[in-house]
């Protein structure tokens, strides 16, 4: 974006990490490339800052991600950075972000005021592939040195708080100490870790998360999980240093370079370090023993002799299953999530807060094929009745007047998410070219992303437009495409429910679906909410992954035993 007197306009960039540097460290950044861009004769028209992020990680830095959609929009120039690796210290993501740039049209600059040229960054790029494991060496060497002088790097745990003016040490909180000793001794006594992390959070007892972080200040919520540690074991019960212990190195953190997620690993024994700190104690030894031997004889009633977790195959995980994300509880208005399966295999949703967390009473669990299966019959006899459709234009032209007065943050989540979803379509395809393995997977998580990101634009559109290209309901192909689409969806779900564009078109049509809580062997009872893409006359299967719907909230329709029904 040139201007008239031919004056090349610029950006900075700067960031830096919670771990190596301060946050003066932006400023001085800045002040460096506003010289560099003076020099250059740039006009400079923003600036992009992440500050404590690190370099290594993309899509949870917010500036990162503006740059980008800035670089695609062609809103500037050149963007003008200290060094490359503020950029990205990942060789890989600084060599595909200079395709992406070149691409654009966009020139790159750091501090010698030269612009960028594809040696320069495989220079770059060869020296952070080398730099990288040296400075990951000299943290461990500085972290292990203070381990064994006694202190801690990192984050405090629950029950102490750090020495002031003395980094690295820490000291007994004595409220929350008082609550790790309830917890052990309950425990020990043969109390589920659910039914303590309920009854702290009905009396409303800080959780570790909100102790730990200032901005979590309040948070009285606690998950069973904290006390336990999941499959790691790193949890309250097994954190030995409520015996005075420092055990340090005991996992490694790794990074999959495919599906660019970490993963725990145990380091091998010669590789530990203990460090006894008694002043540190808050468990009797003779308390721990006792926790500790509960700890196992669960393990290995739950898991047999090993005392390991057996994973079974649970089909469909995650996002693969239409209800993934659209079930809520219908007594505390929750998410549901899948907590278990049933003896086929098929998921079983539950509701998270009562799963999780025991603030909820709703604790049954049910089938989510069966669930699935009876909606879509449910769908197939209401929706496409003349009285459903009569039902649907009222509450769609209600719903229309509501959502004139919807604020704008609805609007940055969603251009956030597409942001997210842009930089891992690019990451994916980046890994597809350079991997041996087949792509298969990837290339259906990027079939999954782009319709998302299709979903998630289509709504952006919508919501900044008023809904042009909206069939509205006094037109006469409004019902033709209406009745059409529902009995497209209606077949897709008997044929194959799990298809992508299948889970999509479910989702378009319905926003939510709350599920009621009934006695055992009783059938189920739930609320269908429709989503306003359904009322709109918006095509529910997207033919060029673009055409998906707003989403609004409202019922009408059940399956006959709430008093919203709608009788066909």
């Not at 990490?17 to 923003?46: E, F």
């Not at 370099?55 to 003008?80: K, M």
């Not at 039914?195 to 948070?219: C, F, M, Q, W, Y």
């Amino acid at each position: 974006m040139t201007t008239a007197s031919s004056k090349k306009t610029a950006v900075l960039y700067a960031r830096y990490s919670s771990d190596m540097q301060k946050a003066t460290s932006i400023d001085g950044q800045l002040l460096l490339c506003r010289k560099v861009a003076l020099r250059s004769n740039l006009d400079v028209i923003g600036e992009f800052v992440d500050a404590a992020k690190s370099g290594l990680t993309d899509g949870a830095r917010d500036g990162y991600q503006r740059l980008l959609n800035g670089v695609r929009n062609h809103d500037f120039d050149v963007v003008v950075v200290e060094h490359f690796d503020r950029l990205s210290r990942d060789p890989a993501t600084i060599q595909r972000l200079k395709q992406v740039f070149e691409f654009n049209r966009v020139e790159l600059m750091d501090q010698k005021g030269v612009y960028a040229t594809a040696t320069d960054i495989s220079i770059a790029s060869l020296y952070n592939t080398i730099y990288k494991p040296q400075l990951a060496e000299k943290v461990r060497r500085g972290h292990d040195n203070a381990v064994a002088n006694g202190r801690i790097p990192g984050s405090h745990a629950y029950g102490y708080r750090p020495r002031p003016g003395a980094p690295g040490e820490r000291v007994i909180d004595e409220n929350e100490a008082k609550i790790v000793l309830r917890i052990f001794t309950e425990y020990a006594m043969g109390r589920s870790t659910r039914t303590i992390a309920a009854d702290l959070t009905r009396e409303g007892v800080p959780s570790p998360g909100a102790t730990r972080h200032k901005n979590k200040a309040g948070r009285t919520t606690w998950n069973h999980q904290c006390i336990t540690g999941g499959r790691h074991g790193r949890g309250i019960i097994g954190n030995q240093l409520y015996i005075g212990e420092i055990h340090w190195n005991v996992r490694s953190t790794i990074l999959n370079p495919e599906t660019q997620k970490k993963q725990k690993r145990r380091n091998p024994e010669e590789r530990h370090i203990i460090v006894k700190k008694p002043e540190l104690r808050i468990i009797p030894q003779a308390l721990w023993d006792r926790a500790q031997k509960v700890r196992s004889a669960r393990a290995v009633h739950m898991f047999g002799p090993t005392g390991k977790p057996r994973r079974r195959l649970v089909i469909p995980r995650n996002n693969e299953h239409p209800l993934a994300g659209v079930l809520r509880c219908g007594v505390c208005n929750g998410h549901m999530r899948i907590a278990q399966s049933s003896r086929n295999g098929a998921p079983r949703a539950a509701c998270a807060n009562a799963h999780q967390r025991g603030t909820c009473e709703h604790t049954r669990s049910f089938d989510m094929d069966i669930l699935l299966k009876d909606a879509s019959e449910k769908i197939e006899a209401k929706l496409l009745s003349p009285k459903a459709t009569e039902e649907a234009m009222r509450a769609w032209k209600e719903e229309c007047k509501n959502g004139r007065n919807k604020g704008g943050s609805e609007r940055a989540k969603l251009d956030r998410r597409r942001r997210v979803l842009t930089t891992e379509i690019e990451r994916l395809t980046y890994a597809i070219a350079n991997s041996r393995r087949k792509p298969d997977e990837l290339l259906k998580r990027i079939d999954e992303c782009d319709l998302e990101r299709g979903t998630v634009e289509e709504r952006l559109r919508l919501m900044g437009s008023g809904g042009e290209n909206v069939i509205p309901f006094d037109h006469p192909k409004f019902s033709d495409r209406y009745r059409s689409e529902t009995r497209r969806l209606v077949a897709a779900l008997k044929i194959n429910p799990k298809a992508i564009e299948t889970r999509i078109a479910f989702r378009n049509l319905i926003d939510c679906i709350v599920v009621h809580p009934v006695r055992k062997r009783m059938p189920y009872e739930y609320t269908p909410y429709l989503n306003s893409a359904a009322l709109s006359g918006k095509k529910l299967f997207p033919e060029n992954r673009g055409e998906a719907g707003e989403i609004s909230t409202f019922a009408y329709y059940d399956n006959g035993k709430s008093g919203k029904s709608v009788s066909s």
